[in-house]
């Protein structure tokens, strides 16, 4: 033992007498606190996760046509993001929150949030815009706000509002209490985060990926990574283009069987748009 323990002491030494590895020293975006904070509420939810696919080639070819009659762009974000809140308004109890130990906050109106990347102060990070009452609003209003959020002033009436970056910027016990008090009043959160969230990040991979988030919110759809595959149409194999998404939501609301029949239902939105 005496000997062991001479060898781990000399180990030691030597391990604390060697010098800094090359490293530049940056100054933490104190911004990323939006983040922080996320994940903290996030991980206080029972999340559970269903992965799912789509078939491409019907969206892409209207969102081809629709740049070709309207004579602006339509993402593919927006697209996704203003089916969502068409079928979380036919299906409300999809973003419903708790209030106390025995009520529900079920809305009538689909407050969108859509991260979207931004830079902030010489950092990209993602940023949060909420589309209000998505699902009563046009698909090219809903684009036309994401879009706008893209470029709008940080700390304006977009993305990061002057309050929002106040409040990041507010010791961690202050924003702590925020969050509390958020969490117990259902309408204070709607009005901060949106009741539906949408993050697109795995759009910037190449070939199949699919996100599993960590979110405060009751439904999130993450929007995966594409890939070619091959399926079976009439008896012949036809190549097709494939989407990966993921659901991601509160268990404590929302069952399994409830959230494989609304993939069902998003998924024939997604059709019934395409063949407008």
Known sequence: MANLLSKAWAQLVVLL???PAPASVQTFPVL???ILDVMAEGRRKNLIHLMFEVELTPIRQYLADYARLQGEPLSMTAY?????ADAVHEHKHMHAYR???SQLIVFDEVDLAVMVEREVNGHLMPTNIIVRNAGRK???QVAREIRSAKTAVIGDAGPLPALDMLFFQ???FLRRAVWWYLRRDP???KQIAGTVAVTSM???AQGAAVVIPVTPMTLTLSIGGSYRSVKMHNGDPVECEMLQMNFSADHDIIDGAPLMRFVEQYKQVLVQRAAE
């Open 17 to 19: 007498a060697q010098s």
């Open 32 to 34: 990323r606190n939006f």
């Open 80 to 84: 996704l993001a203003k089916s969502l």
């Open 99 to 101: 209030q106390g130990k």
């Open 138 to 140: 046009s698909i090219q």
């Open 170 to 172: 507010m010791p961690r």
């Open 187 to 189: 309408q204070a959160f």
């Open 202 to 204: 795995g759009m910037h």
